[in-house]
Nanobody
């Protein structure tokens, strides 16, 4: 069974930084891509950043230049470095992995979410 465990969320002041981590574990054959989504109350869940196993990245326009996604393939872990945080970044951040297991097809898996609050 696949499990995604997230960490690094918390309270930070505007202009500050946080780094989120997400480690995938279980019967994983190969991870093709991992990404971060976020959802604020009353808002739709949106893709923040994604990275493929080859290192290609994609970012939402709202975070370009401020957030950096990276990946450690050996550890099945993805990171999101968030700098110059704004109040508008406040949301629950969810890790997502596109992967295949030893006994199943390509699927998406979700972490439990971690709260990021940007406030003075």
């Amino acid at each position: 069974q696949v499990q995604l465990v997230e960490s690094g969320g918390g309270l930070v002041q505007p202009g500050g930084s946080l780094r989120l981590s997400c480690a995938a574990s279980g019967s994983i054959f190969s991870i093709y891509a991992m990404g971060w989504y976020r959802q604020a109350p009353g808002k739709q869940r949106e893709l923040v950043a994604a990275i493929t196993s080859g290192g290609s990245t994609n970012y939402a326009d709202s975070v370009k230049g401020r957030f950096t996604i990276s990946r450690d393939n050996a550890k099945n872990t993805v990171y999101l470095q968030m700098n110059s945080l704004k109040v508008e970044d406040t949301a629950v951040y969810y890790c997502n992995a596109e992967l295949v297991t030893y006994d199943g097809p390509l699927r998406h898996y979700w972490g439990q979410g971690t709260q990021v609050t940007v406030s003075s």
